[in-house]
């Protein structure tokens, strides 16, 4: 399974922003696609997440309301629109995968990250 994360880049508060992650190497349509980020010197946290086949989307809390996960089924592409972004939305954010539903925040396969910076 490859991912392949774009959209990063520097970005005012109260801006919008759209990342993509493309994705090849599946052989069902059994799974699951996440954004998670990471801030420096923090942990890695979860984002959002989406089943691909049903659609079913989780967000998190800091992140609930402002964001929104989508697929493109023919693209084999996931989104994520970032709204009313603030200054701790700045990270580098991760593309997820894993075969499995979006119950249990643990994912197998990784893009190589985008940098998303919200400063004026």
């Known amino acids: 399974v490859q991912l392949v994360e774009s959209g990063g880049g520097l970005v005012q508060p109260g801006g919008s922003l759209r990342l993509s992650c493309a994705a090849s190497g599946f052989t069902s349509n059994a799974y699951a696609m996440s954004w998670f980020r990471q801030a420096p010197g923090k942990e890695r946290e979860f984002v959002a997440a989406?089943?691909?086949?049903?659609?079913?989307?989780k967000y998190a809390d800091a992140v609930e309301g402002r964001a929104t996960i989508s697929r493109d089924n023919a693209k084999n592409t996931v989104y994520l629109q970032m709204n009313s972004l603030k200054t701790e939305d700045t990270a580098v954010y991760y593309c997820?995968?894993?075969?499995?539903?979006?119950?249990?925040?643990?994912?197998?396969?990784w893009g190589q990250g985008t940098q998303v910076t919200v400063s004026s």
């Open positions: 989406i089943s691909w086949s049903l659609g079913d989307t």
């Open positions: 997820g995968a894993k075969y499995g539903t979006i119950r249990i925040q643990r994912y197998d396969y």
